[in-house]
């Protein structure tokens, strides 16, 4: 039975690491969708009922390693999101006319209803760099918080974090507060080039992550000298209809 993790990938390791196939980092394809609210359950159902049976084919059939869904909870301007997981040489046009195929081949009238309720939508590949996940964690609520960085300030950047945060986020977890956390690097659109996603099991425990965050790097600190522009958005897990 195919296993859908709710966030990325999970690892047995509970200490930090980068993320490496064979010839590279795995990847993300994020498909943002702007859905009315009055759509989502409708939608929902559809999701659960025609795309996750075709997703979890795809992933038997190794077309892709993973997928997840999220819904809107504060931030941003899309209301789903949808996460295709796959390794560094696949090509996601494939993936894509075969995904959208196969649903339109399963329920044509449900495939249309779909397409029908995206107002907008968006898509980003990011790189995964670093996955912090331990199995069986609750990740039901995601900040994602995104940042434009200087290429030029990048290895600093990224070192910053590996050597001041990084450490910290694994206290976090260790003490119950966070159950991981993931880092993606740019590949391809949008205005972000690096974002770090804090998973957790409750919103409760968010500001006191933060409070250590900013303990260990507080705002004086050449770290927040390096990007340019920044964003957060808040995510929760979609659940199925009930």
């Known amino acids: 039975m195919i296993r859908r993790l709710p ?48 997703l979890e084919a795809m992933v038997s059939e190794g077309i892709l390693n993973n997928f997840n869904v999220r819904m809107h909870h504060t931030g941003g301007e899309y209301t789903i999101r949808q996460g295709f997981i796959a390794g560094p040489e696949t090509n996601y046009e494939t993936v894509w006319n ?35 996940i331990p199995d069986g964690a609750d990740t039901r609520y995601m900040y994602s918080a995104m940042f434009r960085i200087n290429f030029a300030d990048m290895a600093a950047w990224n070192q910053a974090w590996a050597d001041e945060v990084f450490p910290g986020l694994d ?16 590949n391809t659109g949008g205005q972000y080039n ?23 790097v507080p705002l004086d600190h050449p770290l927040w000298a390096m990007f340019t522009a920044h964003r957060d958005e808040l995510w929760q897990e979609l659940a199925p209809p009930s």
Request: hydrophobic share 45%; charged share 20%; net charge negative.
């Open 7 to 54: 966030v990325l990938l999970a690892l047995c390791s509970a200490s930090w690491s980068p993320v490496a196939a064979q010839d590279g980092p795995l990847r993300i394809y994020t498909a943002l969708y702007n859905i009315r609210y009055s759509d989502v359950p409708q939608w929902t159902e559809d999701y659960y009922q025609h795309s996750v049976p075709v």
């Open 98 to 132: 075969t995904y959208l195929g196969r649903l339109a081949e399963a329920d044509a009238a449900a495939f249309e209803r779909g397409n029908r309720m995206i107002l907008a939508h968006a898509d980003e590949i990011w790189n995964l760099s670093v996955l912090n």
């Open 171 to 186: 206290q976090a977890m260790a003490d119950g507060l966070l159950q991981g956390y993931v880092v993606q690097e740019h």
């Open 194 to 216: 690096w974002k770090i996603a804090y998973l957790y099991d409750e919103w409760d425990n968010l500001d006191e992550v933060e409070a250590r965050i900013f303990g260990a």
